[in-house]
């Protein structure tokens, strides 16, 4: 929905921005207009996500091929055609770690009109709004901002945060694993914690939990692998108790 902010919820390492690099590439395959702000990846590698992530069954392409360009003539011709199928439709920015501003942002709304969803990689990394004794308060401060940005703009805003150390290998990440600030939950219209434990490291297996809503079960919990070559996560059946899914995985 326009005028809302979502928050991703996870660990170091567990997928919260190829979490938010496939529901860009969701909302380009609706043909609605995203705009993806880099701020630990450089531009080319953001890319190559989403041109992965965009595949359909029928182009048999993979990460590692248009990563490696490999082959090339085949590379280069699914490129074109994902560049005549959504031209307009993606447009992906980089900036430096930390130098970012919420009016940067702005910036960008600006020279970029039409934009439905904001993707920002990831809240953790922006330039404080106001620089602030304590973390905590720089990041509420930043979450304020990115929801009074998809309020005013009117397009939805979603963002990565980094989840403490307490959620190593838990399988169910809440609140209460938020780094620094539970403060930016409160302010978050959507929020969905990523959890990962040792077994489903090594099987490439995530549970996507809801922690905040607006109008869906609090606590909703889904198992997903990930697979890597077409950059998306695979729906694996609803997380219950006992750690099983409800389709027997």
Same mark, same amino acid.
């Given at each position: 929905m326009n005028k809302e902010l979502s928050l991703l919820l996870g660990d170091a390492n567990v997928g919260k921005s190829l979490l938010a690099t496939q529901c860009g590439a969701s909302a380009v395959m609706q043909m609605r207009k995203v705009l993806h702000v880099g701020l630990e990846m450089s531009r080319a590698r953001n890319l190559i996500r989403y041109f992965t992530a965009l595949a359909?069954?029928?182009?048999?392409?993979? #990460?590692?091929?248009?990563?490696?360009?490999?082959?090339?003539?085949?590379?280069?011709?699914? =490129?074109?055609? !994902? $560049?005549?199928? #959504?031209?307009?439709?993606?447009i992906v920015e980089e900036f430096p770690t930390g130098?970012?501003? =919420?009016?940067? !942002? $702005?910036?960008?709304?600006?020279?970029?009109?039409?934009?439905?969803l904001l993707v920002v990689?990831?809240?953790?990394?922006m330039k404080p709004v106001l620089k602030r004794e304590q973390l905590r308060f720089e990041l509420s401060d930043l979450a304020l901002a990115l929801r009074g940005l998809a309020s005013e703009a009117d397009i939805h805003v979603m963002s990565p945060t980094q989840a403490s150390k307490g959620a190593k290998n838990k399988r169910i990440v809440g609140t209460e694993y938020s780094a620094e600030d539970?403060?930016?939950f409160r302010i978050a219209d959507w929020a969905v914690g990523i959890g990962q434990n040792a077994t489903d490291l090594i099987?490439?297996?995530?549970?996507?939990?809801?922690?905040?809503?607006?109008?869906?079960?609090?606590?909703?919990?889904?198992?997903?692998?990930?697979?890597?070559?077409?950059?998306?996560f695979v729906y694996m059946g609803a997380e219950?108790?006992?750690?099983q899914s409800a389709d027997g995985h």
């Open positions: 359909d069954t029928n182009d048999k392409i993979s #990460y590692g091929q248009i990563y490696n360009f490999v082959p090339e003539d085949h590379v280069f011709d699914y =490129i074109n055609r !994902l $560049y005549e199928k #959504y031209e307009g439709y993606l130098k970012c501003s =919420i009016e940067d !942002l $702005y910036r960008l709304l600006d020279k970029h009109s039409d934009i439905e990689d990831y809240l953790d990394l539970y403060g930016k099987k490439k297996q995530v549970v996507l939990s809801i922690i905040r809503s607006r109008n869906s079960e609090k606590g909703y919990a889904e198992r997903y692998v990930i697979d890597f070559p077409t950059m998306r219950i108790s006992g750690g």
